[in-house]
């Protein structure tokens, strides 16, 4: 398969409505949503159509059993993963294409041992942990993915 230049990837996703948005970004944007399992929720397609999600088919999809399998079947070269215990900030990262950006699940984020094999490539979004937890998972994969459209300029691509 073909590497589109963006890729989101999502680590074991339990709130549908913020997947359902991440893939309306992916519609939106022509940008590869990666789905690492188990998820939370069904995507089967009585599911998605009850959820309304009209746009679905116009996604590319790709689902993995789990992280190895992800890595293996991708082999990606460039991976950012975000965190709110990172110490980088997202706008201070260069994006190639391909690139991956990998954001864990809205109640766990990444297991340690991602974040232990990974700890150069890890980005926050900065926002005062002080007063929220975090932001939205759908927010933050926004931002992001925006940030590396506008770093590639390729903006005048999505019409």
């Known amino acids: 398969m073909e590497k589109n230049r963006i890729n989101i990837v999502l680590y074991q996703p339990v709130i549908p409505q913020n997947t359902g948005s991440i ?10 949503l990666h789905l690492i399992h188990p998820l939370g929720f069904k995507v089967d ?3 998605v159509r009850r ?16 992280w190895d399998n992800f890595i293996a079947t991708e082999s990606p070269n460039h ?4 965190t709110k215990f990172a110490t980088q900030i997202y706008t201070d990262c260069s994006y190639p294409s391909p690139t991956y950006l990998v ?3 809205e ?6 041992e991602i974040h ?12 005062r942990t002080s007063i929220v937890r975090s932001l939205n998972l759908a927010q933050s994969v926004a931002i992001v993915t925006y940030e ?3 770093q590639q300029q390729l903006g005048h691509l999505i019409t």
């Open 116 to 127: 232990q094999a990974y700890a150069s490539q890890l980005y926050k979004i900065p926002m």
């Open 103 to 105: 954001f864990g699940s």
């Open 79 to 82: 991976l950012t993963l975000y």
């Open 45 to 47: 397609e009585a599911s």
């Open 148 to 150: 590396v459209i506008r």
């Open 51 to 66: 959820a309304g999600l009209d746009y679905w088919p116009h996604v590319d999809i790709r689902n993995h059993d789990c």
């Open 107 to 112: 109640t766990k984020g990444l297991p340690p």
């Open 23 to 32: 893939a309306r970004l992916c519609a939106c944007t022509g940008v590869t």
